[in-house]
C-alpha cells in the first residue's frame, strides 16, 4: 500500500492531535511540519517523527517529499494557506471552518479545481463510525423521514480577549469554532439547505458571538433546532426524531455510541479519532479524486453560506468580510 506522506502546517492544538492520529493510520506517515519558528518546528518534529522541519509555512508547501499537507492553523489563515499549498501542487485537507465566509472558500475551491489538485474540509465527525452509522440508519430509513433535529455545541472558556476564540482579528466566536458543527450535523441529517434561518446571539465584549441559537426550516417542513457557545457549557447532544424513530447521539461532534430507538449502540474510534479523516484522505488519493465523498467540496460552500447568513443576522462581520459583502 503506497502511504500518504502528510505534512502538518501550525503546531497548535489540533495540529497535535492529528499527528497523533497519524500513528494509527495504516495507509500515512508524517514526514514534515511547518511552523513559523524553526525552534517550534523542530520540536514539533521531534516529539511526532516527522523527518523534515520547516522554519516557514511557504517552505513546507513546497517540500517535494510531501503528498498532503493538514492545515491546523487559526481560521483567518485558511484562505492564505490553502492557497499556498494548491500552488505547491499539494493535497489539501484544511481545519475547520474551511474558510471566513463562503467569498474565501469559493476561491480556495476555485483554486484547487483549476489545479487538478485535491482539497477537502477536515470536519473529521463526518468520517467517524458512528457518524457513518447515523447515515446508515437515515439512509436505510430505520427512524423514517427525519423531521426534526436538535444539536447543541457550548463550552465555557474564560474570556480571553486575545485568544482565537474571542478576537476578531483571529475569527473569534463560538459559530465558526463550535456552531460550525451543528450545521454540518443538519446539513447531513437533511441533505440540503435549509428554506428559512431565524437565530439569535449574544455578541460578547470583544465584538464576537460568545453564544447563539438558531433554528431551520427546509421546504419539507423539517425542522432543526441548535445552539453554540463559548462561555456556557451545553450538552453536546444531536437528537434526530424520525416518522418512525429517533437517534440520540450523546457529544455528537466526537460521538462512539448512539441510542437508536433506545437500542445502545457502541462505535468506537480507530486510533484517536482523527485517524478517520486522515485514512479517508489517503484512500481518496489513491484513486485519484481531488475530494472526498464524505465531505463534499459543494456541501463544505453551502455550509459556509449558511453560516454567513446567520453571522448577516446579528451584524458579526470579521475583517475578512471586506467592507461591502
Ligand atoms: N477538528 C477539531 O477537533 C478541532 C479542534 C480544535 C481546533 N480546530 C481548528 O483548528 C484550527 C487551529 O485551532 P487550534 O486550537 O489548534 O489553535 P492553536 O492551538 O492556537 O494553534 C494554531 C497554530 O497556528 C499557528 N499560528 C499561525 N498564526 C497564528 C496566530 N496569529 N495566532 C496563533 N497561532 C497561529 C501556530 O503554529 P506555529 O507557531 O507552529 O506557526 C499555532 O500553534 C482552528 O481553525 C480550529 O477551528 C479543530
Not at 516557514?56 to 499537507?69: N, Q, T
Amino acid at each position: 500500500m503506497k502511504r500518504t506522506r502528510w505534512g502538518i502546517l501550525g503546531t497548535g492544538t489540533i495540529a497535535t492531535k492529528f499527528a497523533l492520529g497519524l500513528r494509527a493510520a495504516d495507509n500515512a506517515e508524517l514526514r514534515a511540519v511547518g511552523s513559523r519558528s524553526e525552534a517550534t518546528a523542530e520540536a514539533f518534529a521531534r516529539e511526532h517523527g516527522a523527518a523534515r522541519a520547516h522554519a516557514s509555512y511557504e517552505a513546507l508547501a513546497i517540500d517535494p517529499e510531501v503528498d498532503a499537507i493538514y492545515i491546523a492553523t487559526p481560521h483567518v489563515l485558511h484562505r492564505e494557506n490553502t492557497l499556498s499549498c494548491i500552488a505547491g501542487g499539494k493535497a489539501v485537507l484544511c481545519e475547520k471552518p474551511f474558510a471566513m465566509n463562503a467569498s474565501e472558500g469559493e476561491e480556495m475551491v476555485a483554486a484547487a479545481r483549476s489545479a487538478g489538485t485535491f482539497l477537502c474540509e477536515a470536519m473529521w465527525t463526518r468520517f467517524l463510525p458512528a457518524t457513518r452509522r447515523v447515515q446508515e440508519l437515515i439512509n436505510t430509513g430505520v427512524i423514517g423521514e427525519p423531521r426534526q433535529l436538535e444539536c447543541d455545541f457550548g463550552f465555557r472558556t474564560e474570556l480571553d480577549p486575545r485568544g482565537r476564540l474571542f478576537d476578531p482579528a483571529l475569527g473569534g466566536g463560538a459559530l465558526l469554532d463550535v456552531g460550525i458543527y451543528c450545521v454540518a450535523y443538519a446539513r447531513m441529517v437533511f441533505g440540503g439547505a435549509p428554506a428559512e434561518v431565524h437565530s439569535s446571539a449574544h455578541i460578547g465584549e470583544t465584538g464576537v458571538d460568545e453564544q447563539s441559537a438558531y433554528l431551520f426550516r427546509y421546504d419539507s417542513g423539517a425542522l432543526a433546532r441548535m445552539s453554540s457557545a463559548t462561555r456556557t457549557e451545553t450538552a453536546h447532544r444531536a437528537t434526530i426524531w424520525g416518522t418512525e424513530g429517533s437517534i440520540e447521539v450523546p457529544h455528537f461532534w466526537q460521538a462512539q455510541e448512539l441510542l437508536v430507538n433506545g437500542e445502545r449502540e457502541r462505535h468506537p474510534y480507530e486510533g484517536n479519532g482523527y485517524t478517520h479523516e486522515a485514512v479517508a484522505v489517503g484512500e481518496a488519493l489513491a484513486t485519484g479524486a481531488r475530494e472526498c465523498a464524505e465531505v463534499p467540496l459543494d456541501e463544505t460552500l453551502e455550509i459556509a453560506r449558511t453560516l454567513d447568513q446567520l453571522r448577516a443576522q446579528w451584524g458579526l462581520r470579521y475583517p475578512a468580510d471586506g467592507v461591502d459583502s
